[in-house]
Antibody, heavy 120, light 107 residues
Framework: QMQLQESGPGLVKPSETLSLTCTVS????????WSWVRQPAGKGLEWIGR???????TYNSSLKSRVTMSVDTSKEQFSLKLNSVTAADTAVYYC??????????????WGQGTTVTVSS | SYELTQPPSVSVSPGQTARITCSGD??????PYWYQQQSGQAPVLVIY???RRPSGIPERFSGSRSGTMATLTISGAQVEDEAVYYC??????????FGGGTKLTVL
């Protein structure tokens, strides 16, 4: 059964770059889209963007200027970078598989999430 | 920006039917999905493409759509169904959007 695991620093200073990696196990990263979603404490979910295993990306228009996603198929990993962070970027960050259900794409497998705090 | 609107909370007694709504202008042409998020856990997909259930999701969970509104129905809600439920869909530009979430209380 496919599993996803987020990893990265739990604390990032304001104005710096948040960097997270998601490792895929129990299946292949190839052939799928992969998304990042975040959730500030006590608030709702926000889709950040997605990347295809070949490297093509789509970002949330509200974050597009600060987001970069990449993929390393040899390591079965994909990554998120968010630059110029502020306290508003403090959240639990989830990675998820974005799968074709037959008519549209949806998120079917999620990582457990990792908490990132932006603070000096 | 595109929004999906959900009621903040719904409350039912065990065994009753819970209905959670989600409204959005693009829903007539874009499928709704529903996620369940229990406290401290990652979201879990309970309904995809309006009404389809992933394997392992109990039959009491069902979905429907009419015009700009989608509905998640939990028939005979159980205490273990207490969670926050999010609808999810796509806008006409391809951006993915979540609703604000509905806290379901079963007591």
């Amino acid at each position: 059964q496919m599993q996803l695991q987020e990893s990265g620093p739990g604390l990032v200073k304001p104005s710096e770059t948040l960097s997270l990696t998601c490792t895929v196990s129990g299946g292949s990263i190839r052939g799928y889209y992969w998304s990042w979603v975040r959730q500030p404490a006590g608030k709702g979910l926000e889709w950040i963007g997605r990347i295809y295993y070949s490297g093509s990306t789509t970002y949330n228009s509200s974050l597009k200027s600060r987001v970069t996603m990449s993929v390393d198929t040899s390591k079965e990993q994909f990554s998120l970078k968010l630059n110029s962070v502020t306290a508003a970027d403090t959240a639990v960050y989830y990675c998820a598989r974005d799968v074709w259900f037959g008519s549209e794409y949806g998120l079917d497998v999620w990582g457990q999430g990792t908490t990132v705090t932006v603070s000096s | 920006s595109y929004e999906l609107t959900q009621p903040p909370s719904v409350s039912v007694s065990p065994g009753q039917t819970a209905r959670i709504t989600c409204s959005g202008d693009a829903l007539p042409s874009k499928y709704p999905y529903w996620y369940q998020q229990q406290s401290g856990q990652a979201p879990v997909l309970v309904i995809y493409e309006e009404f389809r259930r992933p394997s392992g999701i109990p039959e009491r969970f069902s979905g429907s759509r009419s015009g700009t509104m989608a509905t998640l129905t939990i028939s005979g809600a159980q205490v273990e169904d207490e969670a926050v439920y999010y609808c999810y869909s796509t806008d006409i530009s391809g951006n993915r959007v979540f609703g604000g979430g509905t806290k379901l209380t079963v007591l």
